[in-house]
């Protein structure tokens, strides 16, 4: 059984999913593959006690602290490419970015290859279950392009300034994307 609730945020209603014991996602409204990740059968449940945690990490973000990821118990659905994709967006500090192609390096790194696609990291930033908390709005296209968030551009430029980071040295795109 899968449990949900929501939380009002500056950037708005999120959904949170939790297996009883861990968040296994949290999306925002119309969000790209809102929910996909989660078992149709789900339970509206606000006490758990991971909710209650996510909901305090949630408040003392938004009120400006930087709370640690490692505070929660997260338990992301996905591959294991994914899961390694995921884990290298919860290194990224607040108030700094990185490319796709920063992470497709890294990640070939970390898997012993010679090279690594972008658009397959781009593909599982994309599909990342638990926004915000994992950081996906924090990768950035070649050249500081603002593209791929599923949460939507207007999204990612409000919490990138709100964790300190200089849009004006961002290029947005004519055409905005989400993977």
Known sequence: MYYITTYLSPVGL????????ALVGLWIENQKYFASTAPVERLEKDDLPVFISVKKWLDRYFAGENPKISELPLAPIGGE???KVW??????PYGETITYGE???????????????SQA???AIGHNPISVIIPCHRVLGAKGSLTGYAGGIDKKLWLLTHEGVAIEKLAVPAKVTAL
């Open 14 to 21: 999120m959904t949170l999913a939790s297996d009883g014991e």
């Open 121 to 123: 990291v781009g593909g």
């Open 87 to 92: 884990e290298i967006l919860c290194d990224i």
């Open 103 to 117: 992470i497709a390096k890294k990640l070939a790194a970390t898997m012993n290859k010679p090279g690594m696609s």
């Open 81 to 83: 490419f994914r899961q």
